[in-house]
């Protein structure tokens, strides 16, 4: 059993219980993409071993939406979609979140003990378009708070993701996207002066890109001051509830 260490100012280490959970989660977002790459007519380990996943990247990202007094004033986050291949989310009871379905947003209800798996940009450009990443929005309300926790499985860095060979057909099917490192697909995502909507655009070469939520990978974002972290993950948090009306995002990458 995993136990939580208490710091000397009263914080609490996760460093032990993320990097269980990381590990975890991995595994079953590396089984589910066994599934995908059969569904795709490829062989079960061609995604994970096309993208080296043994050595890939995860981003752990924790979300807080406290109580606004004015909820249709206010976003939790601006329509958007994710980078990385899968994107498993568990979420409170309270909800908040929102996905496009057919040109409209629609509340998700998350069920009781379970992930709600989201695709992302870079398994729609492995797929060549085959599985659409997952343009979604959170909300917030006047009452209660919503608290998220999304682990997103990727590529190392270094790793080039483009369409998959076998999928392709120079007539019928011709590649839909520009392969591109991991690493500057984030950095032109960062780089980039749009503010929402999804990060890969669907259509022909070039893809464009957009900017999303903070994505740089030696830093994680705390109520807009970014604080470096280590491989460790030697963080802490306060037991304490914040009381101030803002969201707050704690954001993590391994590898």
């Keep these: 059993m995993l136990r939580l260490r208490r710091s000397s100012s009263g914080g609490i280490f996760l460093s032990e219980i993320s990097s269980e ?13 066994k599934g995908i790459s059969e569904s795709l007519g490829l ?63 629609v509340q998700v209800k998350s069920l009781p ?16 378009g085959k599985y659409k990443n997952v343009v979604h929005r959170a909300i917030v309300n006047g009452k209660t708070t919503r608290i998220s926790l999304a682990m997103t499985l990727a590529p190392s860095f270094g790793t080039v993701v483009s369409p998959a060979p076998e999928l392709l057909n120079s007539e019928s099917n011709p590649p839909a996207y520009s392969g591109m490192k991991y690493r500057d697909y984030l950095e032109l995502q960062q780089s980039n002066n749009s503010t929402k909507g999804s990060a890969v655009a669907r259509k022909r070469l070039p893809i464009t890109i957009v900017r999303g939520v903070n994505h740089s990978p030696n830093n994680y974002k705390l109520n807009s001051a970014t604080i ?3 491989r460790a993950l030697e963080f802490s948090v306060s037991d304490s509830t914040p009381t101030h009306d803002s969201v707050q995002t704690c954001q993590i990458f391994l590898q």
């Design 113 to 128: 003990n379970s992930f709600l798996v989201n695709t992302g940009d870079h398994l729609e450009i492995l797929s060549s």
């Design 21 to 33: 959970y990381c590990k975890r989660t991995r595994e079953v977002a590396r089984e589910l993409l």
């Design 228 to 230: 470096p972290i280590t």
């Design 43 to 105: 062989e079960e380990h061609y995604i994970d071993n096309a993208l080296k996943l043994e050595k890939g990247t995860q981003v752990l990202v924790g979300n807080l939406y406290p109580p606004c007094p004015q909820p249709q004033l206010a976003m939790g986050l601006p329509p958007h979609s994710d980078h990385g291949l899968l994107i498993l989310l568990i979420e409170n009871a309270n909800g908040g979140l929102q996905i496009q379905h057919r040109g409209k947003l």
